[in-house]
């Protein structure tokens, strides 16, 4: 399968409010319902517009092998998304940054009229200090932490929590802020999902297969899901 580049990511903020945005960053090997489900109850939870998917090219922190080509996993992100206020893009391979400090300080500079949260799983809590420059990114954007089964007390010993811990704002308070200021910690609990990637990985092996040749090439090539001015409802092709 071609690894074929996702479409360049555009974004047009005439005479739009400041929108409420979400960055959900991830392999997403393959994209499944955990994701979406987490998403739409974080943009529940705390008042967003939206939440983006960026679906990485590599990660640092993560082996090579068993990775799906980017394009498959981006076409996989675009499935899951449908119908919902999602935005899928692989916008790290065009601009070129392979760390979340480096990602979220471009995206800030491009998109100045958003204001952005990172989400991120409670696994992700547990190995945050191993991250680059992770203290730059607690004082960039506010941290949405979402609960994931089996890591409650992992993540309170955990050294970017007791950080964290001290910023700590509820999800309500944090819903009616005016304006964002970072450092913040919201801690988002609700029903636990036991799906994981690799669990589908393990049960269907060959799930890029589903995204190969024409498929792939409509949903990346073709559909504007990126640029805000062609598509002002996310996902809802």
């Given at each position: 399968?071609?690894d074929?580049p996702?479409p360049?990511?555009h974004a047009?903020?005439t005479?739009?409010?400041r929108?409420?945005v979400g960055?959900?960053g991830g392999?997403?090997n393959p994209a499944?319902?955990?994701?979406r ?6 943009i529940?939870?705390l008042g967003?517009?939206e939440?983006?998917?960026l679906?990485?090219?590599?990660n ?5 092998e068993?990775?799906?080509?980017l394009?498959?996993?981006?076409a996989?992100?675009v499935?899951q ?7 899928v ?8 940054t392979r760390y979340t400090v480096?990602?979220i300080?471009?995206l800030?500079?491009?998109?100045s009229?958003?204001e952005?949260v ?8 547990v190995t945050f200090h191993?991250?680059?420059?992770w203290?730059?990114i607690?004082?960039s ?5 979402i ?5 409650e007390?992992a993540?309170?010993?955990s050294p ?12 309500a308070?944090f819903?009616?802020r005016?304006e964002?200021s ?12 036991a799906?994981s990637?690799?669990?589908?990985r393990a ?13 792939l090439r409509?949903?990346?090539t073709h ?15």
């Open positions: 399968m071609t074929r996702p360049p990511f047009s903020t005479g739009r409010r929108r409420r960055l959900l392999s997403f499944h319902g955990g994701h489900r987490i998403s739409l109850f974080a529940d939870a967003l517009d939440v983006w998917w679906v990485s090219p590599g640092p922190l993560k082996p090579k068993g990775m799906a080509p394009a498959a996993r981006y996989s992100a499935a998304s449908r119908r919902a206020p999602i935005r893009t692989a916008i790290e391979r065009e601009l070129g480096d990602t300080a471009a800030q500079n491009r998109f009229a958003h952005f990172w989400l991120m799983g409670s696994d992700n809590l191993k991250w680059r420059a203290r730059r607690v004082w954007v506010p941290i949405a932490v609960a994931r089964p089996g890591y007390m993540t309170v010993a970017a929590a007791a950080m964290l811990r001290r910023f700590r704002v509820d999800p308070q819903r009616k005016g964002w970072a450092p913040i910690l919201v801690t988002l609990r609700f029903d636990p999902d799906r990637a690799t669990a589908i049960g269907a092996p060959d799930w890029a297969a589903d995204y190969r040749d024409a498929a409509d949903q990346i559909r504007p899901i990126t640029d805000f001015s062609i598509d002002p409802e996310p996902g809802s092709a």
